[in-house]
C-alpha cells in the first residue's frame, strides 16, 4: 500500500498543464474588452491555464474593472503579465491575474484620472475624479494595500504627467512573481 502511495505521489510531481499567452495592447475600451474575453474564453475551454500578457497605455477605468470581474468569473486560471509596461487602467487589468508576473524591466505607469466625456448631470467634476480615483485603488487594494500606500503617498494619481513604479518596488502583493 505504501508502495502504490509512493508511486502517485511520484507521478503527480510530474503533471504539468498547458498554457496559452494571449497578448494584449492598445486602448482598454469596452470593445476591447468584450474582444479579449472572448479570446479567454476560447482558450479556457481548450487549456488550463492562460497568461494575458499586457502592454498598454490604458484606457477606460471602467472597461479594466469590468475585465477584473469578468475574469474573476471564468472557469479556470488567468495570470496576467507584464514585460515592459502597463500604464493608467491597464494596471487595473493586471490585478485580474490569480498570479501576477513581471519581468524586473517591468514599470506601471500612473496619472490622475481624466474625464473624456461630459460629466454627469447632478455631479460636479471633483467627485468624479474622486469616484474615478477610489474606484483604480479599490482594485489594487484588493491585491495588496502597500501599493496603494505607495502609490497615495507620491500623489500618483494627483498629477497628469506619468509617473512609475517598477516591478521590483510593487512585490509586497501586486505583482506575485518577478521574472528573468
Known sequence: MKKIAWIILCSLSFLSYAETTIRFGGDITPRSINSLITKISKELAKDSVVNVELSSGGGEIGAALDFVNRVQRLNGTVNTVVNSSCESACTIM???????????????????PAIA??????MSREVVLQRAKDRWMGAIARVDGRAVYLIESRRMLDDENMSYLRARDLTSGYVTRIMR
Open 94 to 112: 493586471f490585478t485580474a491575474g490569480y498570479e501576477r508576473r513581471a519581468s524586473s524591466f517591468a514599470q506601471f505607469g500612473f496619472h490622475a
Open 117 to 122: 466625456s461630459r460629466v454627469p448631470r447632478g
